[in-house]
C-alpha cells in the first residue's frame, strides 16, 4: 500500500524475508511463508472478514487501504483482535504510522500472541508497546495484569511526529525472541535487542490496542500485517521417570564452594522436550508451582528460592520459585509432580545418604549416581566429590553406571487394622500388583486381596479372610514379587515374623541402654526393651527427658508404623552410620534412625519413654557415677540394664557396657545382661566367677528371694583369711526379691586380687529370726 501525505508517505512499503508489498500483490521469496497463518492489508475495505476482526470495532474504520482508528474525541481505549495461533518459527510484520509523537497517555500495543480476545482486561500473552514516556519500541509480557518488559528498545525511537514504522519480531520454537524496527520505513531494520522467555507457549489471537486522549482519538494507522508460524502443539506427557531428581543441597552451610542457598536439580533422561510450566516441586508441608520452562533431553535445570535465583544462574539454567519446599538437613520427602499431578519423581532422603560423617555436617551436595537405574534409592545417592561442593546444572561427579541387579527384600510386616497387614520391602516394586496367591501366612489366613499402600511401591497392603488374635506369633512368606528393574525376590530374603499390635502400658517398655556421653564427633543414642508379651507399635511413641515427675522435650520415634515384639530391643540415634562406625560390633543390632533425640548431659540427665496416648512407659534418672569404678575413661561407654524386671532407677541394675562388647551394645542384647531364676528362701550368686573390668559380664550378681519383703540384710565380701574387703549393704530393707551387684572392687577403691571369696548374706526379720547364706565367688585375671 502507498502512504501519502499527510496521511500517507510515498513509495512501496518493506516486508523482510524477500516480501515487497507493492499495491496489494504479495511476491513470496521464501517458502517459509507458506506456513502464514494470515495476511492483511486491507485492500478489501473491510476488516470484518478474511480475516474477521472483532472487538471495538465502531471504533475503527477503513481507510484509503489502512485500518484507522475513528473514535469519538473522549479518552479512552480501543481494541480489535483476530483468530491467530502462530507462536513457534513465527514471524510477525505491520506498519504503524501515528500523526503525533506518542506519549504516557497516546501509545500503542500490538500483541502478537493473546490468549484473550479481549485485550483491555486480564490475559496472557506478548505485546510491542511502541510510544509511552520513553518513546520507545519495546517487547513485554504480561501475565494477568501484570506487563513486564522482557527486551529494552531504545529509548526516543519514536520520538517523532509523525510516527512512520515497521515493526518486524521472530521467536523460534525455543522461546528465543528478537524484536527488529524501521523508523521511517526505509526497508532497512534495527535490532532492539533478544530474550528468551518461554513463559507463555501458546497463542490464540493477534491484536491492536490504542491509548489515546481527546485530541488523539482518530490518529492511529495499521497495515500490511504478515503474521507467519506454527501453533504450539503440546509435547507427549511426560511418563514416570522422564524427568528426575539428580541433586540435592540440604544444608548449604558451611560453605565449600557453592552459595549459601538450598537448591534442586532436576534431569531430563527422556528423549523429548518437556515443558514445566505447572508442574509441582514439593515436600509434605510446602508446594512450589515451576514456571514455563522447557527442559531439554539430557540436561538439567537448576530450582531454587527467587531470592536465591541469581545466585545459581551462573551454573546453568536456573528457576527461582516461590514457596520453594525447605529441604531438612536430617531428611525429608520430595516429590515432582506434572501439571496434571502425576507423580513424575519422588525421594525420600536421609542424611546418611551422604555415607561420609564430615560431608553431612554442611555444604555438600548429595548427588545421584546412576541415572539411569530408576529403581535404586539410598544405595543410589552419596555426597558430591566435586570440590566446590556440588554440580548444579552438570552432570554429575559421582555419575557411573551402577544396574540393580538384586531382588527386593522384605523388611517388615505390620498389621494395621485386624484384618489387614502391611508389608515394607527395601525398594521399588514394578508396578503391577502381585496376586493374592503370593503371599502364604502362618498359622495359616487365606489373603483376599493385595494394594499398594503408598505412592513409593514399597509397600504392599493385605486383605486377610480372619481377623488376627493378640500375642499370636504369625510369619509371612513372599513368593513373585518383583522390583521395578526386573529382579525376583529370593528366598531368605522374603520372610518375616510379626503379631498384632496392643496398647504399651506402663513398665510394657523399659529403657535398657543408654549413650550420654559420646565419643568425639559421636552421637548418643537411646535402647528400649519390650519386657511384655505383647507386640506393640511405636508408631508416635517419643522419647524425652524427666523432670519434677514430667516428661519435657519428648521427640517422636516415628511416624510410621515400627514393630517391637515380646522380648525385643531396639536403639535410637541420628546418626546409625556414625553408631556403628564407633561401635562394629552392633552391626547386626537392630538401630533406627530418628530425626531428634532429647539433650542427654554428660554428667547426669533422664530419659523417658511415652506412648502415642500420653502414658509414661519408663523413665530413667541417669548419672556417671553409675559407670564402673575401674573406669578411667567414661567417654563412649554406654550404660546397660543388667535385670529387665529390676527397678528401672536401682542403681545397682545399671552397668557400664563391657569391653569386650566393645564398650556399647546398641540394638543388641546387653554385655552385662543378666536374667537370674531364684528359688524362695535362697541366696545365688551369677556368674560365680568374673574378670574385673575385662570380662562379659565384668561383674557379679547377688540375687536373693524370699517368702516376704521387710526384712534386713546385712552383705559383705571376705577374702580366704576371714577379712572383710568390701561392704555391700548395711542393714539395708529388703524387697521380696532383688539383687545386689559386687563389680570386684573393695572399699578402699582398688581392684580386688585374684582369688577366691565369700559372700556372706545375713538376714533378719522383725521377729529377730536370722539367716546366713554364704556363697563362694572367684574374682579372675586375663
Partial sequence: MIWNNPDKIQGPSFSPHGVIKVGVVFILLFPYLLQAQFTDDFS?????????????????????????????????????????????????????????????????????????????????????????????????????????????????????????????????????????????????????????????????????????????????????????????VPPPPANYKDIIISELFPDPNPVIGLPEAEFVELFNRSGIQINLAGWKLSDPSTTAILPNFILEPGSYVIITATSSASAYSSFGPTLGVSNFPTLNNGGDNIRLRDASDNRIDEVTYTDAWYKNDDKKQGGWTLELIDPEN???????????????????????????????????????????????????????????????????????????????????????????????????????????????????????????????????????IVINEILFNPKPFGVDFVEVRNRSQKYINLKNVAIGNFENGTVTNPKVITADDLLLPPAGIMAFSTDPFTLLAHYPKSQQGIIVKVNALPSFPDNEGSVSVVSEGAVVLDNFMYSREYHSVFLRDKEGVSLERIHPDAPTNDANNWKSAASTAGFATPGLPNSNSVITQVISGEVKIEPELFIPLYGQPDFTIIRYRFDQGGKVANIRIFDQQGREIKQIANNETLATEGFYRWDGDRNDGIKARPGYYVVWFEVYDSSGAVEIFRKRVVVAAR
Fill in 44 to 232: 478489501d475495505g473491510d476488516f470484518t472478514t478474511n480475516p474477521a476482526w472483532s472487538g471495538t470495532a465502531t471504533k475503527f474504520t477503513i481507510d484509503a487501504g489502512r485500518l484507522r482508528l475513528q473514535a469519538p474525541a473522549v479518552a479512552d481505549i480501543a481494541y480489535l483482535t483476530t483468530t491467530n495461533e502462530a507462536i513457534n518459527h513465527a514471524m510477525w510484520e505491520f506498519s504503524v504510522q501515528l500523526n503525533f509523537n506518542p506519549s504516557s497517555s497516546n501509545f500503542v500495543r500490538v500483541y502478537l500472541t493473546s490468549d484473550q480476545t479481549d485485550l483491555s482486561g486480564p490475559l496472557n500473552g506478548y505485546f510491542i508497546l511502541i510510544g509511552d514516556t520513553p518513546d520507545e519500541v519495546s517487547l513485554y509480557r504480561q501475565t494477568s495484569t501484570t506487563r513486564t518488559k522482557i527486551i529494552d528498545g531504545l529509548d526516543g525511537r519514536v520520538n517523532a511526529d509523525p510516527v512512520l514504522l515497521r515493526i518486524r519480531v521472530t521467536r523460534d520454537d525455543q522461546g528465543n525472541w528478537e524484536l527488529f524496527s524501521d523508523a521511517g520505513i526505509t526497508g532497512t531494520f534495527a535490532s532492539e535487542g533478544t530474550v528468551t522467555d518461554n513463559t507463555h507457549p501458546a497463542s490464540t489471537y493477534f491484536g491492536v490496542y490504542c491509548s489515546y486522549t481527546s485530541t488523539r482519538s482518530s490518529h492511529f494507522f495499521f497495515d500490511d500485517f504478515l503474521v507467519t508460524g506454527n501453533p504450539y
Fill in 374 to 508: 530408576i529403581c535404586a534409592e539410598e544405595e543410589n545417592w552419596v555426597s558430591s566429590e566435586h570440590p566446590s561442593g556440588g554440580t548444579p546444572g552438570q552432570q554429575n561427579s559421582v555419575k557411573a553406571n551402577k544396574p540393580d541387579l538384586t531382588g527386593p527384600r522384605l523388611l517388615s510386616a505390620i498389621p494395621v487394622t485386624a484384618t489387614q497387614l502391611k508389608l515394607l520391602f527395601d525398594e521399588t516394586l514394578e508396578s503391577t500388583v502381585p496376586s493374592t496367591g503370593s503371599f502364604v501366612l502362618v498359622p495359616s489366613i487365606a489373603v483376599t486381596a493385595v494394594s499398594f499402600a503408598s505412592s513409593t511401591l514399597r509397600e504392599l497392603l493385605l486383605e486377610v479372610a480372619a481377623p488376627f488374635q493378640f500375642r499370636q506369633p504369625y510369619s509371612i512368606t513372599v513368593a513373585n514379587i518383583v522390583d521395578c528393574s526386573g529382579n525376583s525376590i529370593q528366598p531368605g530374603f522374603n520372610q518375616v515374623s510379626f503379631g498384632f499390635p496392643e496398647a504399651a502400658e506402663q513398665s510394657d
